[in-house]
């Protein structure tokens, strides 16, 4: 039964059972705990950590990273997943800029509004948003999803997302094979990806952004807290 | 009339107790059995606001006293549940 107690008393925090754990022992060998005692010391203590939490930045911190890592994956669990198919084009050719001039006006004409249209048709792209929005915003949409971008030493990278990433792959490929038509000298050194994981939602990052904007936010919050209502902390009240 | 912080006030009132004495006293004056979390949870609230303080012994058991702040808190706590007791006994009379 002692055993009982020891573990017991150690659910309150610290400072507590350094001021009443010895009375508290005690008082639990005058009246040893059954179940109806045991449910009111956990619950009494587990208030007690939870309100010396509350008086603590270091609590509102914490309670605040857990509830913004919850939430972040919370809505991440909600979204749809997103993929990237990359291609790489080598161009080729001594002067750089002049290459990045050429891909630079290949890319506007096939990014052009007909091209993305017919490749919108051909893979069913955007059903739902072409049914209800105006095909300049689906357009614009679109060309969002899409990256060309130039590495080192004369490399074009060519971005697609989409929540498919059998489409997405598809819609790369038809891209990079408008880019190579309007441009000349680019040779395809790695075909349009098939994504396996998606890029959207990576949970470490989300979890991670998730704690730290909680914690921050849970920070300010006790700070806030105490210049507006310094009385909260006082037990009278 | 369960409030713990009332009921260690009064038992209190009555003299210095330790807590399992406080449970016993409680128990008979307002036949309400206080668990040793709740008990505790209480003690610690009332010491914090300055209500009890805590007697010198050297036993194990810790007697608390009230003090003159507890004493007036709870002579308004009584007094408030008084004006409820005389106006819910007034309006049954009506009823």
Redesign the interface.
Known sequence: MRRLAHWLVRLYPRA?RER?G??????????P?DK??I???????L??RLGAMARSPLGWGSAGAVTGASLLLMWAAITPARYVSHATILAQGSDRRQIMREVGAASQSALRRSELIGIMDRHGLFREERARMPAEDVVEKMRQSIRVSFGQPALVLVDFVYPDPMIAQRVTQDLQVALMSAAGGLTLLDPASLPTTPAWPNLLAVAGTGLIAGALLGAAGFLLRRKLAPAASN??N | MTDPSVLILSSLAGGDK???AM?EDIEQFAGVRL???????A???LE???WIRPVKTK????PYTITAEGSTHLAAELAAVERIVKAGRRRLKSA
């Open positions: 507590w009443y010895e009375e508290f022992h005690a008082l639990l060998d005058d009246c705990p109806l005692k449910a009111s010391i956990v619950t009494a203590a208030s007690m037990p009278k | 330790h807590g399992y449970m668990g040793p979390g709740t008990l505790y949870g003690i610690t609230r914090e606001a300055g036993d194990r058991r810790q």
